[in-house]
Every structure is written in structure tokens, then in C-alpha cells.
T-cell receptor, first 114, second 114 residues
Framework: ETGVTQTPRHLVMGMTNKKSLKCEQH?????MYWYKQSAKKPLELMFV???????ENNSVPSRFSPECPNSSHLFLHLHTLQPEDSALYLC?????????????FGPGTRLLVL | QKEVEQNSGPLSVPEGAIASLNCTYS??????FFWYRQYSGKSPELIMS????GDKEDGRFTAQLNKASQYVSLLIRDSQPSDSATYLC?????FGQGAQKLVFGQGTRLTINP
């Protein structure tokens, strides 16, 4: 256990559905991240939040909408997804955004879009 | 040129031998380097971090960094079947004002053969 939890662990959704992924960290960290991991591709950074403020949006399509109500919780709202969005979605947290900060990952949500 | 490059493998090593994993990166200003291990179906977990040129040892693991050559490696001594996993190299790169983010390589799949 890294102190970062994610729910649900598995999700199957149709292209017209709306769903949300939840991440919670119990480490007292100030920065939180969403990553996408597809087969045969490197981890792709999607969004970065620091002290609840979004500091990076890595050209992510608008069908992915992040929300960070406080430093411990991070959501990823999904709507009208495409089959190519099927992937493992990982949440991570770190103390801050400075150099040498280690990121700790949650267990991930395995998403399948039909 | 990819920002962080790793040989995707698979790399097969006999049990008890030394496994050597390599990583090169493109941004000369990078200062922090991390090795994560990811078992199939699981999330990445931190193995080692290294910030200065030279070697850093932790148990059976040794990380090596050469900033002049933009090269970082991970050695695993006395390899065990439980070391079979994908190893991700992550390099810090600047973004925004004074902030750092991690950029990941695609990972090297390591198999230890009993």
C-alpha cells in the first residue's frame, strides 16, 4: 500500500456514458497527477494539480475533465469516450513539484470503453 | 527523438545472474532520476532514485548515473524470479515556473529464468 487509493478498480462503459474516477491520498501531499497507460506506450501525463490548482493539462481531449476539490482528492470525469481511451488510468501524488520529489502511485483503474 | 528511451526487451536473465537495464534521456537540465518496477496488472512502485553522478546501492539494486552521457542504468544482482517485471525509467524535466514533472520511458520487460 502506497497511501494512494483509487476507485473503481475496473470500469466498463459505453461511449455515451458518463462516469468518474476517484483518487484519494493519505500521505499529506500537495501535488496530485493523472496518468494514462496504454499497451506498448509510455506512461502519459494527463493533468497535474498542486495545492488544488491545475498546473498542467497535457493537451488532453475535453472528454476528460479533472476536478481537485482539496489536496487529498482528485477526480477524473469521463464522458463520450472513444474505444481508444481504454487504458489503465493511474493517479499519483508527491509532496510538491520540486526536484527530487518522489511520486507514489495508486493501484489504477482499468477502463474499457465499448 | 524520444525524451526518455529504454530498450523494450524482453530481457531474459538466468536466476542468480546480474540484470542490467539502461535508459537514456534527452534533456540536459534533468537532475532527478527514478527507477520504478511494475508487475503485470499492477501500478508502478519506486525501486531507486538517484540525483548525483556515480553509483547508488540499495541491497541487490545499484543505480548508476552519468549526466555527461545522459545515461542512467539499474543493475540487479543475484536476480530472482520475483524480479521479473517491467522496469520504468523516469526523468524529471522542468515545466511551468520552477516546477518539475516526470517523463517515463516505455519500460524494459525483464524475465528471470529459474
Amino acid at each position: 500500500e502506497t497511501g494512494v487509493t483509487q476507485t473503481p478498480r475496473h470500469l466498463v462503459m459505453g461511449m455515451t456514458n458518463k462516469k468518474s474516477l476517484k483518487c484519494e491520498q493519505h500521505l499529506g501531499h500537495n501535488a496530485m497527477y493523472w496518468y494514462k497507460q496504454s499497451a506498448k506506450k509510455p506512461l502519459e501525463l494527463m493533468f497535474v494539480y498542486n495545492f488544488k490548482e491545475q498546473t498542467e493539462n497535457n493537451s488532453v481531449p475535453s472528454r476528460f475533465s479533472p476536478e481537485c476539490p482539496n489536496s487529498s482528492h482528485l477526480f477524473l470525469h469521463l464522458h463520450t469516450l472513444q474505444p481508444e481511451d481504454s487504458a489503465l488510468y493511474l493517479c499519483a501524488s508527491s509532496q510538491g513539484l520540486l526536484d527530487q520529489e518522489t511520486q507514489y502511485f495508486g493501484p489504477g483503474t482499468r477502463l474499457l470503453v465499448l | 527523438q524520444k525524451e526518455v528511451e529504454q530498450n523494450s526487451g524482453p530481457l531474459s536473465v538466468p536466476e542468480g545472474a546480474i540484470a542490467s537495464l539502461n535508459c537514456t534521456y534527452s534533456d540536459r537540465v534533468s537532475q532527478s532520476f527514478f527507477w520504478y518496477r511494475q508487475y503485470s496488472g499492477k501500478s508502478p512502485e519506486l525501486i531507486m532514485s538517484i540525483y548525483s553522478n556515480g553509483d547508488k546501492e540499495d541491497g541487490r539494486f545499484t543505480a548508476q548515473l552519468n549526466k555527461a552521457s545522459q545515461y542512467v542504468s539499474l543493475l540487479i544482482r543475484d536476480s530472482q524470479p520475483s524480479d521479473s517485471a517491467t522496469y520504468l525509467c523516469a526523468v524529471s524535466m522542468p515545466f511551468g515556473q520552477g516546477a518539475q514533472k516526470l517523463v517515463f520511458g516505455q519500460g524494459t520487460r525483464l524475465t528471470i529464468n529459474p
